[in-house]
Structure formats: C-alpha cells, structure tokens
C-alpha cells in the first residue's frame, strides 16, 4: 500500500465543518497591517510587516498587548483598543473574501453540510464583517466568538462549542484554519483539522494539523466523506479570469538553461496587490505577444519550492516553439483556470516531468469553449 493510501484509510469522516474567518474565509491580513501602519504611525513608530505572525490568530486583546509591548507604546492594551476598533470597523467594508471561500461556502450549503464559524473576534465584530459578503450569514447554523466563551483559541472551548451547538460529536467535525492558535484549538477538541496558512513558506510549523494545503482551491471535500467539489474540468479548475501583462523581463536565467523550459517573466511591479490576492500556483491561459499573435500558455506563481526563490515570481511558459527570444516585448495574460499547488520534487527530472504535464492539461483544457472564448478578448492584442 502506498503512503497516501495508507493515510486516507486512516483519515476520519467528518459530517460538519467548523470555520475560522480571518485569515482563512477573508483577506485580513492586508487590512491589519494597513491599520497597524497608521496607528503606530501616530506614535512615530513604523509598523514592520515581518512581524504579522506574531498576531495571527491571537484573540484582540493578546494580539493589541503584542504590538504595546514590542513597540513599548507609552499607553495601555485597552487605551490601544480603543484607538485602534475604530480605525478596523472603518475597513471591514474593504475585506475581500480568499479565492475559494465562496466556492466552499456555496458547495457545502448546496449539500447541506452543517457549518459553524469560529473567530477569536467578538461576535459583534464577525457579524459586521459577513454583512459585506451576500449569503454568508445564512451559511452558517452556528457563528461564536471570542466574547462568547471563556478563553479564546488555542483554547478548544470555542471548537466544542461549536460542535455543542451544532449537535455533533467533535470526531464529526472537521475544522479549516490559517492559524497556528486555531489549529492547536482543534486538535486539542479532538477534531480533524486542515490547516490553510495565511503567510507565505510557513507550512513547516503546522506539524500538528491532519493536513496542509496551501489555499482554499486546494481542498479535497471528498478526502474527510464530504461530498466532492463538481466544477473540476479535466484536471483544470475554471476561474474568474484575470488580467495581467507589461514587457518581458530578465528571470533568474534558468528555465531554457537548467529546465529546458523558457518562461517569460513579467515584472511583478505594478502587480503587489493582484500577485498578494492569487494563491501561489500553476494557472493556465492565453498569452498575446504583440508582433507574433496569441498562444496557450500555462505558468507558475510563486516561490517555486525547488529553488527556494525569496519572491513570488510569475513564469509564463508559452506553449509554442519559438526561435529567439523577446525581452523587452509586450506580453499580455488572461488567466483563466487553476491546476495545482506549487510543489518540491524529489529530482530535477520530476520537475520538469510534472511541468510538461501542466503544460499537456493546459493545451487540452484550451480547447474547451469554456476557456477559448478569451482567446479572441482584446487585451492581448492592444498594445
Ligand atoms: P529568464 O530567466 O530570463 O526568464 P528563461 O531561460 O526562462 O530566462 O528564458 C525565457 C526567455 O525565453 C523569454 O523571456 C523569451 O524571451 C524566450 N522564450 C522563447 N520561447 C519561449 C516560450 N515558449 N515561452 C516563454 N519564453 C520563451
Ligand atoms: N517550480 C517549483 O519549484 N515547483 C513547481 O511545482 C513548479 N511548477 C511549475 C509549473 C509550470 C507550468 C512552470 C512553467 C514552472 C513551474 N515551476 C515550478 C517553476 C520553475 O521552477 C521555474 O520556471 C524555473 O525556476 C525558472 O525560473
Ligand atoms: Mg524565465
């Protein structure tokens, strides 16, 4: 038996699912570090962004009394709490949901999968922020927060709860959290936990969660007895698409070299926030070059874990055999569906295998008139 097989025999089935929210359903992440900015600002300090995990996942009060005592603020935990509530209600309009969480949402209340939702933040605080997001609210038959309960994650109160009020076994539930907090919570419940963190090459430290994916598009419903995601199209996961070009640029000079595999870098300048919003990947799509015309292309976003990279790149491999190269030229993408997770590989060998597969799924998925209608959108060509 195989090692994977050996582990999905061994995984449980669960019958609910129990969410955390920020940091896993919504963006937070940007929005705190915005606020953060500005409040320490007000006490000439500069809010560090390296130092975002220390509050992931904390409850308000531990994660306000972090930044006093880091920055040694000249006010209290409370006093701090009070300048900075109103600074996030400001924001909550601003919050977007992660890719893939109202594909979740939608696909566990079309089964009638019971859910709940869990934060550390009050209640009041939750409402407010699922108000700006259309059927939410009704997803969920139970939403606790950290007001709720006596101690807060990585306390399992919050988690049983839930299960409590959702009239389930804790064994039945199975918990989706991007916090290290939140997944100590759900083990120490005794439930399954999928850990989805937030913060880029962090996945190392959550040894404690049942598994680990890398976004919400990666979930397997299907792996803990939940019924299986159906918008799955030949090996590719359709996407609202998205828009992205500039000229061709300068890589690290070894996709042709070491992979045999040229990739048109484009720079990620001008594209933090869109590069920030997608989950690193390999996506699919169609590339325009303005003087040679429009071509299937498949690429990869991010760290590419082989090499270990310390930026999130964008590697387009344009799927036709050119004889020159083209910096300096106008690439321009629609990006229209997903495939997989960025991964390590035992062998160069492996890689470059896996990458040709990409690039086969991708050419066939292509020709799907769900995917080549966008071959003919003007944006590839005007330029
Ligand atoms: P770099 O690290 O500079 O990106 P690569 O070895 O990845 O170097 O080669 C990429 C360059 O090769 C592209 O910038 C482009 O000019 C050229 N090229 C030729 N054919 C292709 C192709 N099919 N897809 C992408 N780039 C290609
Ligand atoms: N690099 C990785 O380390 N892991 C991957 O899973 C991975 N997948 C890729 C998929 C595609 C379709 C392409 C074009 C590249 C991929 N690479 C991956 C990136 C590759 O390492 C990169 O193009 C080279 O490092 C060139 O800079
Ligand atoms: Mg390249």
Redesign the pocket.
């Known amino acids: 038996m195989t090692e994977k097989m050996a582990t999905a025999s061994l995984t449980k089935l669960v019958r609910c699912v129990i969410l955390d929210l920020d940091g896993t359903l919504l963006n937070t992440d940007g929005i705190v570090g915005n606020v953060l900015k500005v409040l320490l600002s007000r006490y000439g300090k500069q809010w560090d962004g390296r130092e975002a995990h220390k509050i992931l996942g904390k409850t308000p009060f531990e994660a306000a009394a972090a930044v006093v005592e880091d920055y040694q603020l000249p006010c209290s935990t409370i006093e701090f709490i009070s300048q900075i509530s109103p600074l996030f209600s400001d924001q909550w309009c601003n919050i977007k949901a992660l890719p893939g969480a109202n594909r979740l949402l939608k696909h566990l209340k079309n089964h009638g999968v019971p859910m709940a939702l869990a934060s550390n933040s009050p209640k009041e605080s939750i409402e407010a922020k699922i108000s700006y997001h259309d059927g939410w609210k009704s997803s969920f038959s139970v939403i606790i927060g950290g007001d709720e309960v006596r101690t807060g994650k990585p306390s399992p109160d919050m988690f049983l709860e839930a299960a409590e009020r959702l009239s389930m076994e804790p064994s039945s539930c199975l918990v989706i959290e991007d916090s290290l907090p939140g997944v100590t919570a759900g083990k120490a419940a005794e439930m399954q936990v999928v850990a989805v963190p937030s913060l880029p090459k962090q996945s190392h430290l959550y040894t404690a969660a049942d598994e680990v994916i890398n976004s919400l598009l990666d979930l397997r419903p299907e792996k803990w007895g939940l019924p299986p995601f159906e918008d799955w199209v030949d090996g590719t996961l359709p996407l609202d698409p998205w828009y992205i070009g500039g000229p061709?640029i300068?890589?690290?000079?070894?996709?042709?070299?070491v992979l045999g595999i040229?990739?048109?870098?484009l720079s990620t300048k001008g594209y933090s926030d869109l590069l920030a919003e997608h989950p690193s990947g390999v996506y699919f799509g169609w590339a325009g070059l303005s003087s040679r015309g429009v071509f299937k292309m498949v690429m990869s976003i991010g760290w590419n874990p082989y090499f270990d990279n310390k930026e999130k790149t964008i590697e387009?491999?344009?799927?036709?055999?050119?004889d020159?190269?083209?910096?300096g030229e106008e690439l321009r993408l629609i990006i229209v569906g997903y495939i997989r997770p960025e991964a390590n590989f035992p062998s160069l060998e492996s890689l470059i295998a896996k990458i040709h597969e990409d690039g086969e799924i991708a050419e066939k998925a292509l020709e799907l008139p769900l995917y080549s209608s966008y071959k003919n959108d003007p944006y590839l060509r005007s330029s």
């Open positions: 061709v300068k890589g690290f000079g070894r996709g042709s070299k040229p990739t048109a870098n387009p491999w344009i799927l036709y055999k050119f020159e190269d083209f910096y």
